[in-house]
């Protein structure tokens, strides 16, 4: 390319920083932390992750669906990410039937389920399943604290508009 035409093509292209500027606006919610975790992670899907005040320290291994040993004992991130979502959103439903004054049975449970995929991009993508079980609470009111939860939990938040997550009252 000839300078004047980079030099048109540059004045017209808007900054990097005004880029991620708009972009923050429009997609990131700013937060003041009440609490971080930290983790480091080191040799990828074959290797461990530790979080910064030891108690999280897990081997982890590339399940055999995806190419890898998935070898006993050893765990991957999709199981991480299943068991954080679940207890993140367990949390939110607490909150959420306590909003609607609705007693949710302590024996309730939420079990995540996490599909790696190919997405139509040709790369890899997740899927999400929650299925929430709320024993003598019947199906409707659970289905309105699912449906508060599911605004109120930051893993839902997060991950909104971003990968597939389907809610089952079961």
Same mark, same amino acid.
């Given at each position: 390319? $000839?300078?004047?035409? !980079?030099?048109?093509?540059?004045?017209?292209?808007? $900054?990097?920083?005004?880029?991620?500027? #708009?972009?923050?606006?429009?997609?990131?919610?700013?937060?003041?932390?009440? +609490? !971080?975790?930290?983790?480091?992670? !080191?040799?990828?899907?074959?290797?461990?992750?530790?979080?910064?005040?030891?108690?999280?320290?897990?081997?982890?291994?590339?399940? /055999?669906?995806?190419?890898?040993?998935?070898?006993? *004992? /050893?765990?991957?991130?999709?199981?991480?990410?299943? #068991?954080? +979502?679940?207890?993140?959103?367990? *949390?939110?439903?607490?909150?959420?039937?306590?909003?609607? %004054?609705?007693?949710?049975?302590? $024996?309730?449970? @939420?079990?995540?389920?996490?599909?790696?995929? /190919?997405?139509?991009? *040709?790369?890899?993508?997740?899927? @999400? %399943?929650?299925?929430?079980?709320?024993?003598?609470?019947?199906t409707a009111?659970?289905? /309105?604290?699912?449906?508060?939860?599911?605004?109120?939990?930051?893993y839902s938040? #997060?991950?909104?508009?971003?990968?597939? @997550?389907?809610?089952?009252?079961?």
């Amino acid at each position: 390319m $000839s300078a004047s035409i !980079t030099r048109a093509f540059a004045t017209r292209m808007p $900054s990097r920083a005004s880029v991620f500027a #708009a972009a923050a606006s429009r997609r990131f919610i700013s937060i003041k932390p009440i +609490y !971080t975790a930290k983790a480091t992670a !080191t040799g990828g899907r074959n290797g461990r992750a530790v979080s910064s005040d030891n108690i999280l320290n897990v081997e982890l291994t590339l399940p /055999k669906a995806l190419g890898g040993r998935g070898e006993a *004992g /050893k765990t991957n991130p999709e199981q991480l990410f299943a #068991a954080g +979502y679940a207890a993140c959103f367990q *949390g939110a439903m607490g909150l959420a039937a306590s909003n609607l %004054e609705v007693k949710l049975p302590e $024996s309730n449970t @939420v079990t995540g389920i996490v599909d790696i995929g /190919k997405d139509s991009a *040709g790369g890899l993508g997740l899927a @999400v %399943e929650l299925r929430v079980s709320a024993p003598g609470l019947d199906t409707a009111t659970t289905q /309105k604290v699912v449906d508060l939860a599911h605004t109120i939990c930051p893993y839902s938040r #997060a991950t909104s508009g971003n990968i597939d @997550v389907k809610l089952t009252v079961v």
